[in-house]
């Protein structure tokens, strides 16, 4: 295998493990103040599947002889600020519901665009890509619907 292959697999891989593992971040900076116990039970599912990513991407990374770049500590920090922030002002599912959407759709974004550059990546990672995007996208209709209960 080319170095320059191995090297979008690698890079593409550390795109893929970085959105879930802010996807689990957002998730932990919330999920003790929600007050509805199926939506917690929601959130605590999509949890667990960005964690099945994760171990998914560190698997495929091991074989490339890599360890996954994790998120920095400053986004880390800047998430927790921000939901901090905004639910100092009113701390309800509702909030919270909106708050997680709005992530959720800036995850989209990135990674559509990124599925576009990874056009010269193994089928495995362009795969595991489509599975965070189809689950970060199942997560915002499910979301959805909660927001009219709540």
């Not at 802010?22 to 929600?34: A, S, T």
């Not at 599912?45 to 360890?67: A, H, N, P």
């Not at 010269?120 to 009219?148: G, H, P």
Request: charged share 35%.
């Amino acid at each position: 295998m080319g170095d320059f292959f191995m090297t979008r697999n690698i890079d593409a891989l550390n795109d893929i493990y970085q959105n879930a593992e802010m996807g689990i971040v957002g998730i932990n900076d919330v999920l003790y103040k929600i007050k509805n116990d199926k939506l917690k039970k929601e959130l605590e599912k999509v949890k667990k599947d960005f964690g099945k990513i994760l171990r998914r991407c560190e698997k495929l990374l091991k074989d490339y002889k890599c360890k996954p770049k994790k998120i920095n500590f400053m986004a880390k920090m800047s998430s927790e600020f921000y939901s901090e922030m905004k639910l100092t002002k009113e701390n309800s599912d509702d909030i919270i519901i909106k708050m997680m959407i709005e992530g959720s759709y800036k995850s989209v974004g990135i990674l559509t665009t990124k599925l576009m550059e990874f056009d010269s990546v193994d089928m495995d990672v362009k795969s595991l890509a489509e599975k965070l995007l189809d689950l970060i996208n199942d997560n915002i209709s499910r979301l959805k619907k909660f927001d009219k209960i709540c």
